[in-house]
């Protein structure tokens, strides 16, 4: 008998996934994890007004949601000011990262981005048999100059750049961004991922007119508005690339109880400025329990803060494991030399007291040498 014919596209992709969800850790290891650190979600949750118009929609979740996202992205055009033509709904900005690859993408096109940058992206490119191309960070930072530099040979169809990062937690400057913009070669369209900017200082959000062609920004309700498991992302882009989504996206992709919930969340400007000092001061604690544990941590401007083990990336995994093994999920970068660092999600301070409990012993026992088995 055959089996599913697939494309030879799909018949060459390895079998994996980029992340392994905690979930998969507890059932391994038979036990839930006692604080959820790791997959920078946002512990504060959703505003209570989202919570309550979700609730609220759950006894119509027999009507699909409505295809277009209307009233979202009426009140999307509105907060930002610009018009619904220039606003795309989709399942997180993972999934509009897909439609984006599926849109510009095809085998042997290229794209450019960083050594050890938001991986997701990377496997949506693949998915879809686009090149790769690197670029080192700087400095802890993904490198703007570096990425144009690269983009002037390669003649990317896309080129990625998260502001602020995932995973070292750094930003940019908005108007560095604004330059970078005007150094994009012809063609090449800047995916701004700008998951966790509503968290950055001010000014990080770099100004891009409504109907400017070389740039779509990303955002999501995942990150500030703590609605990571509603899956609602957002991009802004010119009108005739927002258009183009249609005849990709998933038309029913979007539940009605995670339209309502983002609604009524875009509106609680209240609720995201409690988050916003909620998470503020959770970075500040994980800050000071990395010090009082001889470790360095690195400036953050999202909900997660990177942290310096000291050691190579050998090291951070062992730390890891040992705080996975005393109940706090933590993840870290995958690529050297960021894979020095762990990389710890604001918490609230039970989570933290737990982090700051374990994590000498945690340290210690991923310092014990390797004893050969
Ligand atoms: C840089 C970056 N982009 C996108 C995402 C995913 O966002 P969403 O939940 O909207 O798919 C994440 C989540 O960790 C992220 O760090």
Same mark, same amino acid.
């Given at each position: 008998?055959?089996?599913?014919?697939?494309?030879?596209?799909?018949?060459?992709?390895?079998?994996?996934?980029?992340?392994?969800?905690?979930?998969?850790?507890?059932?391994?290891?038979?036990?839930?994890?006692?604080?959820?650190?790791?997959?920078?979600?946002?512990?504060?949750?959703?505003?209570?007004?989202a919570?309550?118009?979700?609730?609220?929609?759950?006894?119509?979740?027999?009507?699909?949601?409505?295809?277009?996202?209307?009233?979202?992205?009426?009140?999307?055009?509105?907060?930002h000011?610009?018009?619904?033509?220039?606003?795309?709904?989709?399942?997180?900005?993972?999934?509009?990262?897909?439609?984006?690859?599926?849109?510009?993408?095809?085998?042997?096109?290229?794209v450019v981005?960083?050594?050890?940058?938001?991986?997701?992206?990377n @496997?949506?490119?693949?998915?879809?048999?686009?090149?790769?191309?690197?670029?080192?960070?700087?400095q802890?930072?993904?490198?703007?100059a570096?990425?144009?530099?690269?983009?002037?040979?390669?003649? =990317?169809?896309?080129? +990625?750049?998260?502001?602020?990062?995932n =995973?070292?937690?750094?930003?940019?400057?908005?108007?560095?961004?604004?330059?970078?913009?005007?150094?994009?070669?012809?063609?090449?369209?800047?995916?701004?991922?700008?998951? +966790?900017?509503?968290?950055?200082?001010?000014?990080?959000?770099?100004?891009?007119?409504?109907?400017?062609?070389?740039?779509?920004?990303?955002?999501t309700?995942?990150? $500030?508005?703590?609605?990571?498991?509603?899956?609602?992302?957002? *991009?802004?882009?010119?009108?005739?690339?927002?258009?183009?989504?249609?005849?990709?996206?998933?038309?029913?992709?979007?539940?009605? !109880?995670?339209?309502?919930?983002?609604?009524?969340?875009?509106?609680?400007? $209240?609720?995201?400025?409690?988050?916003?000092?909620?998470?503020?001061?959770?970075?500040?604690?994980?800050?000071? !329990?990395?010090?009082?544990?001889?470790?360095? *941590?690195?400036?953050?401007?999202?909900? @997660?803060?990177?942290?310096?083990?000291?050691?190579?990336?050998?090291v951070?995994?062992?730390?890891?494991?040992e705080?996975?093994?005393?109940?706090? @999920?933590?993840?870290?970068?995958?690529?050297?030399?960021?894979?020095?660092?762990?990389?710890?999600?604001?918490?609230?301070?039970?989570?933290l007291?737990?982090?700051?409990?374990?994590?000498?012993?945690?340290?210690?026992?991923?310092?014990?040498?390797?004893?050969?088995?």
């Amino acid at each position: 008998m055959i089996g599913p014919r697939y494309t030879p596209l799909v018949d060459a992709l390895p079998a994996t996934v980029p992340f392994v969800g905690p979930e998969t850790l507890e059932r391994r290891s038979g036990a839930p994890f006692r604080a959820r650190l790791g997959a920078n979600e946002n512990v504060f949750g959703p505003s209570p007004k989202a919570i309550e118009a979700m609730a609220r929609t759950a006894s119509d979740a027999w009507m699909y949601g409505d295809p277009e996202n209307h009233d979202l992205k009426e009140a999307l055009a509105a907060y930002h000011g610009l018009r619904p033509e220039n606003v795309v709904v989709g399942e997180g900005i993972d999934g509009l990262l897909g439609y984006l690859a599926r849109l510009v993408i095809a085998p042997g096109d290229g794209v450019v981005t960083s050594d050890g940058a938001y991986p997701t992206f990377n @496997f949506h490119v693949a998915g879809c048999g686009g090149v790769l191309h690197k670029v080192p960070y700087r400095q802890d930072h993904e490198d703007p100059a570096a990425l144009v530099a690269l983009a002037a040979t390669v003649r =990317p169809k896309l080129i +990625y750049l998260a502001n602020p990062d995932n =995973p070292m937690a750094s930003h940019h400057p908005g108007r560095l961004i604004e330059q970078m913009v005007e150094a994009l070669p012809d063609g090449t369209l800047l995916v701004l991922d700008e998951a +966790y900017v509503e968290l950055a200082p001010e000014g990080t959000a770099a100004r891009i007119a409504a109907e400017d062609p070389r740039v779509i920004r990303m955002r999501t309700f995942s990150k $500030a508005y703590g609605m990571a498991g509603a899956r609602v992302g957002y *991009a802004l882009a010119a009108a005739p690339l927002a258009r183009a989504f249609d005849k990709v996206r998933n038309h029913f992709g979007m539940s009605r !109880i995670a339209q309502a919930g983002a609604l009524a969340a875009l509106a609680d400007t $209240a609720w995201l400025e409690q988050t916003r000092r909620n998470v503020a001061h959770a970075r500040e604690r994980i800050s000071a !329990i990395a010090t009082a544990n001889g470790l360095t *941590a690195l400036p953050s401007a999202t909900n @997660f803060v990177a942290i310096d083990s000291g050691g190579d990336g050998a090291v951070a995994r062992r730390i890891v494991a040992e705080l996975g093994a005393r109940g706090v @999920f933590i993840r870290m970068p995958g690529v050297a030399p960021l894979d020095r660092c762990i990389r710890i999600s604001a918490g609230r301070p039970a989570d933290l007291d737990l982090l700051e409990e374990v994590l000498p012993e945690a340290l210690a026992a991923a310092r014990e040498p390797v004893t050969p088995a």
